[in-house]
T-cell receptor, first 116, second 110 residues
Framework: EAGVAQSPRYKIIEKRQSVAFWCNPISGHATLYWYQQILGQGPKLLIQFQNNGVVDDSQLPKDRFSAERLKGVDSTLKIQPAKLEDSAVYLC??????????????FGPGTRLLVL | GDSVTQMEGPVTLSEEAFLTINCTYTATGYPSLFWYVQYPGEGLQLLLKATKADDKGSNKGFEATYRKETTSFHLEKGSVQVSDSAVYFCALLVRYIPTFGRGTSLIVHP
């Protein structure tokens, strides 16, 4: 079974530029998560989708971050414009169904973003 | 809000030593509890989980017991190996929303 795929693996941009990350979850997984992991900290949930609907986006900085999951499969996360403090690893994860108490999340390798 | 507190790292041990990594939580609901592990150069992966009070999760020689009275989910292993060197994350899930701790780095020397 193929795992969660993310691209690109690394990205370096200057502040005020735009950047987009892509995630392809495990086939058949209904729930998709985007996390931001700043160096030395744990993953912070940015947005959670179930199929193509948003379950939670309370920690997504909506003035600059946006995410979509068309057709309930793969997803893109965009930052526009980027700030220095956005430098982090962006993790995508998926789980089989509704994120209930038994749900196991499967993580992708992450995209490491450096904003200069 | 919900939160997870883990002990500061790095934790440095010799091979075959006993491991404890402390994790306590605050949750407004009744959470499920998880330990994830991130080996060098790899993505996070589930190590073990427990969904109700007094449940014990176990995997690969690691164990953790869901203690509702002390709001804790400490990770233990009786004899660590060099291959256990990794970053360990405690996490909770309540009302379908996950919250992670900061992670604890474990370094095991031969």
């Amino acid at each position: 079974e193929a795992g969660v795929a993310q691209s690109p693996r690394y990205k370096i941009i200057e502040k005020r530029q735009s950047v987009a990350f892509w995630c392809n979850p495990i086939s058949g997984h209904a729930t998709l998560y985007w996390y931001q992991q700043i160096l030395g900290q744990g993953p912070k949930l940015l947005i959670q989708f179930q199929n193509n609907g948003v379950v939670d986006d309370s920690q997504l900085p909506k003035d600059r971050f946006s995410a979509e999951r068309l057709k309930g499969v793969d997803s893109t996360l965009k930052i526009q414009p980027a700030k220095l403090e956005d430098s982090a690893v962006y993790l995508c994860a998926s789980s089989f169904s509704s994120g209930g108490p038994q749900e196991t999340q499967y993580f992708g390798p992450g995209t490491r973003l450096l904003v200069l | 809000g919900d939160s997870v507190t883990q002990m500061e790292g790095p934790v440095t041990l010799s091979e075959e030593a006993f491991l404890t990594i402390n994790c306590t939580y605050t949750a407004t609901g009744y959470p499920s509890l998880f330990w994830y592990v991130q080996y060098p150069g790899e993505g996070l992966q589930l190590l073990l989980k427990a969904t109700k009070a007094d449940d014990k999760g176990s995997n690969k020689g690691f164990e953790a017991t869901y203690r509702k009275e002390t709001t804790s989910f400490h990770l233990e292993k009786g004899s660590v190996q060099v291959s256990d060197s990794a970053v360990y994350f405690c996490a909770l899930l309540v009302r379908y929303i996950p919250t992670f701790g900061r992670g604890t780095s474990l370094i095991v020397h031969p």
